[in-house]
């Protein structure tokens, strides 16, 4: 049997190894020499890119947002402090009623008036926490849009479940009428004995809780319906009070705003 006889492999050329082989006796054809590829020769070295600009509006929109989102949630804190505050303190406004008005004189001329009332006042606080503390309150009882009439109580502390009886004079000694202003309808009101009257309070309070003291607030009180027949001679008119309605308002200022 013959010896087959198989070449040795050489080195190819740019360092490549051809190498040849016989299959059933015949030598097979060799390989190409593999060639040295670069890869990614022709990609662009990488370069970091600047975040995208957010343009004005959108920063403008962004922040609007976020504003409304803070303000709800305020009020809704707010809203939630106001309802735990109302459950704890069940607060009430201090109630006013006239408890009677005397006038025991009046006269009227086109340029001047004089008058004296008496004027007793009860207030009542039905908060079983909260106290009012007020400072001295000023009385105007007026006709139409004159005033006939000016006093004032004293300061007083307004306690817990309290009703407070304030007894004032209230009287003008021939005070001027301001010009312009028309006396005939009060005129008119004097003749038919029929004299109507509104009684307005003024004056700043301070609400206590506990421990805890609010800035003073301003305050009025208007008593509307009131009416009364002028005295004669030396005797003393009770003005009608039955009917008198007494409304607290509570004179907020918001910037330039009264509520």
């Known amino acids: ?116 009332f008496n004027f007793t006042l009860v207030a009542r606080n039905t908060n079983k926490k909260i106290t009012f503390l007020y400072d001295p309150i000023a009385v105007e009882i007026l006709s139409g849009d004159i005033s006939i009439g000016s006093g004032s109580f004293p300061a007083f502390i307004h306690g817990t479940q309290n009703t407070t009886t304030l007894r004032a004079l209230v009287s003008s000694s021939a005070a001027p009428i301001p010009d312009g202003i028309d006396v005939s309808t009060l005129k008119s009101s004097l003749k038919n004995k029929n004299l109507a009257l509104k009684i307005q309070l003024d004056s700043k309070v301070k609400v206590k809780i506990g421990k805890l003291k609010t800035k003073k607030l301003k305050i009025r009180v208007v008593c509307d319906g009131i009416k009364v027949a002028p005295p004669t001679g030396n005797s003393t008119a009770a003005a009608t009070t039955s009917k008198v309605k007494c409304k607290v308002d509570p004179r907020v200022k918001i910037i330039k705003w009264t509520v």
């Open 1 to 116: 049997m013959a010896e087959r006889v198989y070449p040795s492999a050489k080195p190819a050329a740019n360092g490549a190894a051809a190498t040849a082989s016989t299959i059933n006796g015949t030598a097979a054809p060799a390989l190409p020499a593999s060639k040295a590829q670069l890869y990614n020769a022709t990609r662009p070295a990488y370069r970091p890119q600047p975040p995208p600009r957010r343009s004005k509006r959108s920063i403008c929109c962004a922040c609007c947002l976020w504003t409304t989102v803070c303000i709800l949630i305020w009020i809704l804190i707010a809203g939630i402090a106001g309802v735990v505050f109302y459950v704890m303190y069940r607060p009430h406004r201090p109630s006013f009623s006239v408890a009677s008005l005397q006038l025991s004189k009046f006269n009227l001329t086109d340029t001047t008036v004089t008058s004296a």
